[in-house]
C-alpha cells in the first residue's frame, strides 16, 4: 500500500497507481464510497479547475489508451472531513492485484455488515408486528 502522503505531498506527481475504496457510515445509506480497482494517474491540482481539500495532489481516470480522462477528477480524500480534519484517504497501491485483493477484503466487510444490518432490521419490524397484534387481540 503507498503511503498516502507521499501522494498528498505531491511526491508521486505522474505516476501511475491502482485507487480503491468501499465504505459505509451507515448500513441504511448508500456508501460513502464505492470506488472499484482503478487505475489512475497523479495529477498536481494546478492541473485541474476542480477545488481539491487537504492535497496537493489528486487522481484522474485513464481511459483505454491509459490517457487522462481530465473531467475523471477524484480527490485523495472523501468528504467526511470537517475544516482542519481530513475525511478518511482513497486506499491507493502500485500494483492492481494488490488493490483487487484490499478491495475483496472490503467487500467481505461491507456483505458481513450489511447481513448484521438486514437480521437487526428483521428483529426490529417483527417486534413491531408483534405489538400490533396483541393491540388486535386486545381490541377483538
Not at 451507515?26 to 498536481?44: G, H, S
Request: glycine share 4%; aromatic share 10%; charged share 25%.
Amino acid at each position: 500500500m503507498v503511503n498516502i502522503k507521499d501522494v498528498t505531498d505531491g511526491n508521486m506527481n505522474g505516476q501511475t497507481v491502482w485507487i480503491c475504496d468501499l465504505r459505509y457510515n451507515n448500513y441504511n445509506e448508500k456508501p460513502i464510497r464505492n470506488i472499484k480497482p482503478t487505475k489512475v494517474l497523479i495529477r498536481d491540482n494546478n492541473e485541474t479547475n476542480k477545488k481539491i481539500y487537504y492535497s496537493s495532489s489528486h487522481f484522474v481516470g485513464l481511459n483505454k489508451k491509459n490517457q487522462p480522462i481530465k473531467s475523471k477528477v477524484i480527490a485523495v480524500y472523501d468528504n467526511t472531513g470537517y475544516r482542519s480534519i481530513t475525511g478518511t484517504p482513497l486506499n491507493c497501491f502500485l500494483s492492481e492485484n494488490e488493490c483487487v485483493q484490499y478491495y475483496k477484503k472490503q467487500l467481505e466487510i461491507a456483505i458481513k455488515g450489511l447481513k448484521y444490518y438486514k437480521a437487526s432490521m428483521i428483529i426490529e419490524v417483527d417486534e413491531k408486528i408483534s405489538k400490533l397484534e396483541k393491540e388486535f387481540q386486545c381490541i377483538i
